[in-house]
């Protein structure tokens, strides 16, 4: 198991930008596979971008391409969310996953396949 903690969260106007983090501690952080996900109010959980353990394969859900960008530090047990042109359909709390996969390509994006689950950070969009 892997602990992550959020950090990065807070209040952007729209068009602007944020940098979400997640530190990892525990278990190698480089065996796992890393995804943000995001939960708006009355909203189930959804899928925003997933990274492989080796950070070469990525993966983005159709309403944050080209404007999110994820990527991750092994050497340093750090993921993060570049997050550009912000919207106010943007605005959620933001958790970070991890799951151990065995292949180093494997790009997991579905919630259902993630164990270890970060506190969360919020992101507001102001108008």
């Known amino acids: 198991q892997v602990q992550l903690v959020e950090s990065g969260g807070g209040l952007v106007q729209v068009g602007g930008s944020l940098r979400l983090s997640c530190a990892a501690s525990?278990?190698?952080?480089?065996?796992?596979?890393m995804g943000w996900f995001r939960q708006a109010p009355g909203k189930e959980r959804e899928f925003a971008a997933a990274?492989?353990?080796?950070?070469?394969?990525?993966h983005y859900a159709d309403s944050v391409k080209g404007r999110f960008t994820i990527s991750r530090d092994n050497a340093k047990n750090t993921g993060f969310l570049q997050m550009n042109s912000l919207k106010p359909e943007d605005a959620a709390v933001y958790y970070c996953?991890?799951?151990?996969?065995?292949?180093?390509?494997?790009?997991?994006?579905?919630?259902?396949?993630?164990?270890?689950w970060g506190q969360g950070t919020q992101v507001t969009v102001s108008s």
């Open positions: 990274i492989s353990r080796s950070g070469f394969n990525t």
């Open positions: 996953a991890a799951v151990f996969t065995v292949e180093t390509g494997t790009v997991p994006f579905t919630r259902w396949q993630y164990d270890n």
């Open positions: 525990g278990r190698s952080f480089s065996r796992y596979a």
